[in-house]
């Protein structure tokens, strides 16, 4: 939980989101694993707002794998990425990725078909883009797939061997004129 990573835009969005939804209260929570200087912060922010009690906070985790399969949606609210494992591990799981647009994040997910691209440092645009899922379950099930669709087809071993056999035939090609 550090700067960068912006973890509180995240706490605040949810405060947010909560008091957009009529029984968010009753029906929305909010997971956030790992353990930094922001913390406090993030605390202090579910806190003054009545809704520390709707937040876990575990700390770090060696089940993030399980943990995540328990989720609804994946958040990833950075000021600055790269290529985000943590994204592509979420849509492995068949999660929409709500993901702030910055670094390698637009490379990832496809706004509408996996997720959801907002400005990073933007807890308005983050509680509007996670309250499309909560209001719609069936377009977070199809974000979800298409997250899980995408993997499968550009990120898993056999596409990425597949692109390194071409990037050979390609150089190959290029010194010999033939193909293999």
Not at 18 to 45: N, P
Not at 127 to 132: I, P, Q, R
Request: with cysteine; net charge negative.
């Amino acid at each position: 939980m550090e700067t960068v990573k912006d973890q509180l835009n995240l706490a605040h969005a949810f405060v947010r989101l909560v008091d957009r939804i009529s029984d968010g209260r009753r029906t929305l929570r909010l997971t956030m694993i790992g353990d930094g200087s922001l913390r406090a912060q993030i605390e202090g922010v579910l806190a003054s707002a009545g809704i520390r009690d709707l937040a876990w906070l575990p700390g770090a985790r060696d089940d993030v794998p399980e943990i995540l399969r328990a989720l609804d949606v994946f958040v990833l609210p950075s000021i600055n990425e790269g290529i985000s494992n943590t994204i592509l591990e979420a849509m492995a799981c068949g999660l929409p990725v709500v993901a702030t647009a910055v670094g390698g994040n637009p490379e990832l997910v496809v706004a509408g078909e996996t997720g959801a691209l907002v400005p990073p440092q933007d807890p308005d645009a983050l509680a509007d883009a996670l309250a499309v899922y909560v209001n719609d379950r069936a377009q977070m099930a199809r974000a979800g797939r298409g997250g899980r669709d995408r993997i499968e087809r550009e990120f898993s071993l056999p596409a990425m061997v597949g692109r390194y056999l071409d990037v050979y035939d390609q150089v190959l090609a290029t010194k010999s004129g033939s193909r293999r």
